[in-house]
């Protein structure tokens, strides 16, 4: 059958031959993550990481792939068509993600994030297929009759974070992410439609959790890459600001577009203009416009901007405690007084906030092992798990940010 083979780094050559994947593959809007930074702003500090969303995507597919195989070679009976739907679903799962990935969530359209474009895009695009990916569509919003798939789709253990820790871990070089993704991959079971782990893999699974837990304080979190996501956020935001009130801005035609027009969820189903122009933008729009407004007459964009382009990031302090009121307050009197700030500008150069991640969530679907007689319980149910209560509860970080004078 004729298909695609992909010199991936991480894996090495991988291959594509369902048609439906590879029309998906080969669709404009697809395409397009081929410009979307999979790390957002993680290349100011990790030079590496500069890989995209696009490849992300295709890794993880691949490693939908190789679960499949695995589930289907313990006589577990999985549909083609099961088969092709889950590595689409897979595959779009990130579609609807806009410049610079996470950076930049609900700052372009009101009250919308990826999930819920990508769920538009699918729809969108199955239309044009005719219904194709109808089935694809029912296993990434967890309508399927089997309940596993959309498991390995989306869950606390789906082949998306084993793709991105790995991926992540090699173009950054943060060794912390190195996962056993292979022995992972080749201990799944189901029982009763339910995806569980063979007991001998409870150390792998465990060295996953743990595994996100440091690549997201030590690359996600970095304090300099949340201070680098946080100064591009305040851009974007300043241009919206000023495009109300009508000051006229360079912009891409796609990121004019969402400057000067409130969108939201209605405004997408309501117009596909909205979708198709969404669908054009990718981290190049941003990067353009940012490097002209260098020269904007705003002084607080301006300034904004140079301190992206000549990476004068935020100075940005991290602490379990709130931020002490004698501290906001100096940085914030140090700070007008450098740069003669009113008050309405201010907030763009000293502010504070949370951030926060969590190892493994115990609220939501669990991690179930299955054991030796036949039963299963969580994860951190087992006999000295390291997976407890505590260990998993989130951890929230209070910070500041200013600019350096």
Known sequence: MKGKIINDPVYGFIRFKEPEVLAVMDHRWFQRLRGIRQMGMAYLVYPGAVHSRFLHSLGACHLMGKALEE???KGIAI??????????AILMHDIGHGPFSHALEYVLADGVNHEWLSQLIMQRLNEEMDGALSRAIAIFSATPPVPFLHQLVSSQLDVDRMDYLNRDSYFTGVSEGVIGYDRILQMLTVRDGELLVEQKAVQSVEKFIIARRLMYWQVYLHKTVLGAEQLLINILRRAKELARD???LFATPALRHFLYNAINKAD???????LETFCSLDDSDILASVKVWQGCDDRVLRHLCRMLMERRLYKVMLSKDEIPENIVQEKTQQVQQALGLSDAELPYFVFTDTTSSSMYNLDKEHIRIALKDGESVELSELDDSLVNAAFAGPIVKNYICYVRL
Do not use: Y
């Not at 083609?80 to 739907?85: M, P």
């Not at 997408?268 to 909205?274: E, K, N, Q, R, T």
């Open 246 to 248: 009508g000051k006229d």
């Open 268 to 274: 997408f189903l309501a117009d596909p203009f909205h």
């Open 79 to 88: 549909a083609d068509e099961d088969c092709t739907a889950a590595r689409l």
């Open 71 to 73: 589930l289907r070679g």
